[in-house]
């Protein structure tokens, strides 16, 4: 190695001092002298210029570090885990005493069963629950922590660690590869000329709607997702909603949608009669603001409509007539049955939403499970929640304020 290094002497002087440390260090590494030994335990010997560095090996010989920080996140990590292990055989060791003086099975012996067990053996007799003798699980006395997330070579476990949110950010990323995947294949079938086969199988998703933030979030324990965040999930996944190949990721989709209760436990209207020939009269209750209204609906009838002993017209409005007529017109049943309702509290606007929500109620009991989608994606079933504002002190009104002048 002398010559090379000889020549090379004679030509650095031309080159720049830059050039002549990166020559010289791969010189150098040239020169590293390295003995390993066999067994897992042994140290690397590593010789660069005349310096000695012992660093341990893996079992195959690799040489690697553990940083003081990362020594101390392993150990904290396993003094957790410890102390887990202790309470959980604290527990178990508890809960099968408890069994014992109950008369049961151990092996059956639920946390259920420990707290009637505890309550019974040990009666308190003060009124704070949180001051009687309880027996928690583990989780409950010691906080949650995050699993060890990093290899001993520091390395994160999950491949979107340094998003700070790797959990939510996998799920954006499988969201695109859907994506991707549905655009394929919608190629392929415009490639081949098959374009009734497009839309064939497509779903409408009308029986369902996404999960609400609160769900959503306890998704995700150890993250904090905020409801911008939220949003931007929504955006993305309805796009694969709105895909006419969506089949292919129902389950995926349907994960984070909740289907609507097609029969409810309690329903909103009450059968009165029911004749042979085909014939109900059902009852509905609707309200909106301080309006209340009562409506009594007959199925088959000639389309006569009467509120408070008066027709139509005793709404002047054109605009609270329409609202009223709506859900007959959306469920095909104008001039088909027969509505009575009573009426009081609250004005024209309030009168006629309560009528229309006691219309709309009555409707679910004739009508198919298609046009009861359609009915509840309208906003039919649901009541406003809207009231009028109060208002507020120093103001004139629920909103409006006094005009400030200087002078």
């Known amino acids: 190695m002398a010559a090379p290094m000889k020549h090379s002497a004679t030509f650095l002087s031309h080159i720049c001092s830059k050039e002549y440390a990166l020559l010289r260090r791969s010189f150098m590494q040239s020169q590293v002298i390295c003995s390993r030994e066999k067994n897992s335990e042994s140290v690397t010997s590593v010789r ?15 040489a690697q570090k553990i940083s003081r920080a990362m020594r101390a996140y392993l ?24 069994a014992n003086m109950m ?18 053996l040990l009666p308190s007799g003060l009124h704070e629950k949180k001051a009687r003798p309880v027996m928690p699980l583990p989780v409950d006395i ?9 290899g001993t070579d520091g390395r994160p476990f999950h491949y979107m660690f340094y998003t700070t949110k790797p959990v939510f950010s996998e799920l954006l990323h499988d969201v695109t590869q859907h994506l991707r995947t549905l655009k394929a294949k919608e190629d392929e079938f415009y490639r081949t000329e098959k374009f009734d086969q497009i839309y064939e199988n497509t779903l409408k998703f009308v029986d369902s709607d996404w999960i609400s933030y609160e769900k959503f979030t306890r998704l995700f324990k150890e993250e904090r997702v905020s409801e911008d965040e939220y949003n931007l999930f929504l955006k993305n996944v309805q796009r694969l909603v709105d895909h006419p190949l969506n ?13 609507f209760l097609g029969t409810q436990a309690k329903p909103k209207y009450k059968i009165l009669e029911e004749s042979e020939d085909g014939t109900k009269v059902i009852r509905a209750e609707g309200s909106r603001k301080t309006a209340k209204a009562e409506v009594v609906l007959t199925s088959p009838g000639t389309g006569k409509f009467t509120c408070n002993g008066k027709p139509i017209n005793y709404f002047p409005s054109v605009i609270s007539r329409e609202q009223i007529m709506f859900p007959l017109e959306l469920a095909e049943k104008l001039g088909q049955v027969d509505v009575e309702a009573k009426v009081e509290g609250g004005g024209q606007s309030g009168q006629s939403g309560a009528v229309r ?35 507020k002190p120093f103001k004139k009104g629920a909103r409006k304020g006094r005009v400030w002048k200087k002078r």
């Open 247 to 259: 089949h292919k990721v129902e389950d995926f989709i349907m994960r984070y949608r909740e289907k």
């Open 357 to 391: 929500l006691g219309i709309s109620r009555c409707l679910v009991s004739i009508v198919d499970e298609e046009t009861v989608q359609k009915m509840r994606l309208a906003g039919l079933l649901t009541r406003d929640p809207r009231m009028r504002e109060r208002k």
């Open 48 to 62: 660069i210029d005349s310096k000695i560095l012992k660093t341990p090996t893996k079992p195959d010989g690799k």
């Open 142 to 150: 010691l906080p949650v922590q995050k699993v060890v997330q990093f």
């Open 103 to 120: 008369g049961e099975d151990p092996e059956g012996f639920t946390h259920k069963d420990v707290k009637r067990a505890v309550a019974y």
């Open 75 to 98: 150990e904290k990590a396993k003094r957790y885990q410890d102390a887990m292990d202790e309470q959980n055989t604290l527990y178990e060791v508890g809960k099968r005493h408890l």
